[in-house]
């Protein structure tokens, strides 16, 4: 049996050894469509670090342990509390024993009593790779991790050895194969990196691996801070690439959860007929399954719509990041959900949206990430659609926030 004492989590504070993270504040303005408001606030803006490490293992597909027993978190899990809470959740959930050929490591601390998490071993060893990470959210992934992407050009050019680009099989390949498309466009070169997906459930020995800090991760305090100027560049290529449409036609596009397992929107059919009757010279596109689409149509789709009804927040940092110049986004979600986050990152890129809160269904859920189905105030939604309206239609003005 492999045991690894565990000594230190590192979060993204520390990623970066030599390399000193220097946090600058910057106001960010995010206007409200439902009152009519303009709210300030103040991001904290980076720029993102890389670090070498020359040996340890991969656990479940997004945190790296390096030999020596320091934990590196990713994503909106480089806090320590949250990377500790992955991790001991996914011991309880897989259940290994400890045995000769899996993996243990001990004295890993959650509170008290000090307990191992213990991994089978994959066969596969990964080596001379850039770590991209990541889960099954399109809308962490946009936000964390698919601007990482902007520094493998340089990375490649440093590091003649790396080949591959190492995510894990809960990622859809897509994701990655559109962001990294993504960052070589500006360049116009190709970057001939090999994807390979490791086991998200097994514990996967790796050598010579680069990490990239998270390009935007909350705080403890729920803060969110937003390497800024790489996450807006990365949107506006994605903007770029998707600009070109095959219709001239003006639409309406309307992101639905019909089909999804949970945070539906129960009372759909009549939100769809206010927004037809609100908008009744746009072209009305239903949109149930938009993930099964080619990224490169998603983009498209998304970027030249004149006005996004967008259910559930499943994918709001790809949507954030493709909103055309002066487009509204409405975004329906369950009071459940912390809004704080979603508006910061929608307010660094100088974009516009508006929330509706739906009120949850049935017995409130306990799963962090599993949220009730709603049902939306029609009033409420109306009256927004109709505040909207005039914007959309060019009656207004868009108001001016920050493009700093």
Not at 22 to 42: A, C, K, L, M, Y
Not at 85 to 108: G, H, P
Not at 308 to 336: R, Y
Request: proline share 3%; with cysteine.
């Amino acid at each position: 049996m492999t045991i690894l004492r565990f000594k230190e989590l590192t979060g993204i504070k520390e990623v970066g050894g030599a390399q000193k993270l220097e946090f600058r504040q910057h106001p960010v303005t995010h206007f409200n469509f439902v009152d009519f408001r303009i709210s300030t606030g103040i991001m904290l803006t980076f720029a993102p670090v890389t670090t070498t490490l020359k040996s340890g293992w991969i656990i479940d597909g997004r945190f790296l342990i390096t030999d020596d027993g320091v934990a590196l978190g990713e994503g909106f899990n480089w806090h320590k509390n949250n990377i500790r809470y992955v991790m001991t959740a996914q011991n309880e959930k897989l259940r290994v024993k400890a045995n000769s050929k899996n993996l243990s490591i001990s004295d890993f601390s959650d509170d008290n009593p000090t307990y191992d998490l213990v991994r089978e071993v994959d066969d596969y060893e990964v080596a001379d790779s850039i770590f991209l990470s990541g889960f099954d959210n399109l809308s962490h992934f946009m936000m964390e991790n698919a601007p990482k992407t902007l520094l493998f050009s340089a990375l490649l050019k440093s590091f003649s050895n790396i080949k591959n680009v190492v995510s894990n099989d809960l990622v859809p390949k897509k994701w990655i194969d559109y962001s990294i498309r993504t960052a070589d466009s500006i360049q116009g070169s190709d970057s001939n990196l090999t994807i390979k997906l490791v086991n998200s459930n097994k514990a996967v020995r790796f050598k010579n691996i680069i990490a990239i800090s998270s390009f935007t991760y909350r705080e403890f305090d729920e803060r969110l801070n937003m390497s800024r100027n790489f996450v807006k560049y990365f949107g506006s290529q994605m903007c770029k690439n998707a600009s070109l449409s095959n219709s001239n036609d003006s639409y309406i596009l309307y992101l639905s959860r019909k089909n999804a397992s949970h945070r539906r929107t129960l009372n759909q059919e009549s939100l769809i007929k206010i927004t037809q009757k609100i908008f009744p010279s746009l072209k009305f596109i239903l949109e149930p399954n938009i993930h099964l689409l080619t990224m490169d149509d998603q983009a498209k789709l998304i970027h030249n719509a004149s006005l996004i009804i967008e259910e559930g927040g499943g994918s709001t940092a790809f949507v954030n990041n493709l909103i055309g110049k002066n487009t509204p986004c409405v975004i329906i979600q369950t009071a459940q959900r912390t809004l704080n986050a979603g508006k910061l990152y929608l307010a660094g890129l100088d974009k516009y949206a508006a929330w509706i809160l739906g009120e949850p269904v049935g017995e409130l859920s306990k799963s962090a990430v599993i949220d009730n189905d709603i049902v939306v105030d029609e009033n409420n939604f109306e009256t927004l659609l109709i505040r909207l309206s005039l914007f959309v239609s060019n009656k207004m003005p868009m108001p001016k926030i920050d493009t700093g």
